[in-house]
């Protein structure tokens, strides 16, 4: 059995972070985003090959997971000629496929038990099923309602707020049959939320829902971008490199006497906290990061290899690679830097 993982969208709502660094292998603390789903999916021994449906930025990601063996799976890489749209992704990275396809939003991070929505799928002798999940606010996702069978009976992708019926929404996990993709358009962009799932219900085909009640995010926005190191700091989410308790800091970090450091936080290899310096809970540091006397780190994510000034504040923001924060700027909450922001000292931003 195969899985694609549909990690070709640009990231927009992510910009200035995915300018250089496309949203799949944005850092969640030290690891690219992408090994969290490739977790998942690992537990599934009857997966054999993991296609990574790519079109920004391919080679990136290419480098960072290369053919999978170091983590014991075996990836394949298929770049469209241009974005077809996530139905137009499916059909072309899954073109020879003949038996049922696990497809996952290459954004989204869960605990589900992969094998018994496969189950479900064989079970209903399903053309296709979706995992879905309750939020609260479905507007910004695929609300999808169903009967008191399972079946799906309506899909509306980004519904308005008036339009919202139910809070089950497409989680972005689905497992289909490759002989549902003749009606998706060759070489065009075509969306699976919008004209793909609806076409299954209009046809009154075998469209299961599977829903899940545990953990579930999408991290395609600051704010969800910030809230999955919460949720994985405070234990919501159990993943590396919380996994085994509260880590602070990695080997080769440097707190120096006189330093502040409260967790839980964590502080990469390379990381230097100078004496006078504060680092405040849900803070992450990435490589090589250097806090100088006086600074003060509070509920911010820093990429690898960035200075912040002394007396500087860095509170509820996110700062790409190689930022410069100058001696006694601000950065308040909310604040999204990219890559090689310089901000000269005394800026408020
Ligand atoms: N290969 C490829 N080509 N991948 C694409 C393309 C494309 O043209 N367009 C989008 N993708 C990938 C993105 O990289 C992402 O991993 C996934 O498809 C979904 O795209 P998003 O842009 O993140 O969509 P969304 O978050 O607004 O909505 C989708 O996800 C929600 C759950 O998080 C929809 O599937 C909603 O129905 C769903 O509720
Ligand atoms: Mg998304």
Redesign the pocket.
Known sequence: MKAIL????KGTRLRPLTLHTP?PIVPIFNRPFLHYQLDVLRQVPEIDEVIL???YQPRRIEEVFGDGTALGLKLRYVV?PQ????A??VKYAGEQLDDSVVVF????LTQIDLRAVIALHRERKARATIVLTPVENPT???LVETDTFGNVTRFL?KPKPDEITCDT????IYVLEPDTFDRIPADT?WSI?RSYFPSLIERGETFVASIYRGYWI?I?TPAKYMQVHRDIMDGRFVAPPFDHGPVISADGARIEDGATVEGPCFLDEGVVVKAGARVGPYSVLGRLTHLEDGARVDGAIVWANSWIGRDAVVSGATLGRNCHVGRSAVVGAGAVLGDKTVLTDFTKA
């Open positions: 549909l990690a070709g969208g949203k449906s790519l079109n469209e974005p077809l749209g996530t137009g992704a939003n290459g954004d989204v910004a996702y695929g992708e929404i497409n989680a972005g962009s939320e999408d395609g």
